[in-house]
């Protein structure tokens, strides 16, 4: 049922689009933004409804950082991200956590421990001079959204954590934030 609705509004929006002028369409599930400039049509649905779900992952992993220990963040030189464990993140909602963590003075990037190490950044001891927050598990519904994972400095240096935002009024808001273990 779902798949002949989407079909039906394509079709609509195609014939809209073709003796459209450059401009938006407004739908019952979004807004449909329409370039007739092109030979092609370039046709862009935006959910009008969906909360800004990168907004809500900046806030949780930046409570990794806030609440975590001092120790972990002396001299950090920069801030690696697991975002890759993030189901359905959009590169859009990726550039905007990367963007809000540019707060911390320090590079800011999308990696893995893995990739960090094919880099040549893990030192001794499995040691690094930035830190590197990991993604192990999320949860998300409409209001709420769960992120468990860890922040990494070294092999025997880091800091398990669970963080929960809420959208309460049409913002997100922390609402936990929990050490689920330390090294």
Do not use: H
């Not at 989407?6 to 689009?17: I, K, Q, S, W, Y």
């Amino acid at each position: 049922m779902k798949l002949k609705v989407t079909a039906v509004m394509l079709f609509v929006v195609l014939l809209t689009a073709c003796s459209a002028k450059d401009g938006e369409v407004q739908t019952n599930g979004g807004q449909v933004n329409i370039d007739t400039s092109a030979k092609k049509v370039a046709i862009e649905t935006v959910n009008l409804s969906q909360p800004n779900m990168g907004k809500a992952y900046s806030l949780a992993l930046d409570a990794f950082l806030s609440s975590s220990d001092e120790g972990l963040m002396r001299n950090m030189k920069y801030i690696a991200i697991e975002l890759s464990n993030i189901p359905n993140i959009s590169p859009a909602e990726k550039e905007e956590v990367l963007n809000d963590f540019g707060k911390y003075g320090v590079p800011v990037m999308d990696t893995t421990l893995g990739e960090l190490k094919q880099e040549g950044k893990l030192g001794k001891a499995g040691s690094l001079e930035g830190v590197l927050i990991i993604v192990e598990s999320v949860e998300v519904t409409e209001t709420k959204v769960s992120l468990k994972g860890s922040i990494y400095k070294s092999a025997k240096g880091g800091i398990g954590k669970e963080v929960v935002v809420e959208n309460r009024g049409g913002e997100w808001q922390v609402s936990k934030s929990d050490d689920t273990w330390i090294s």
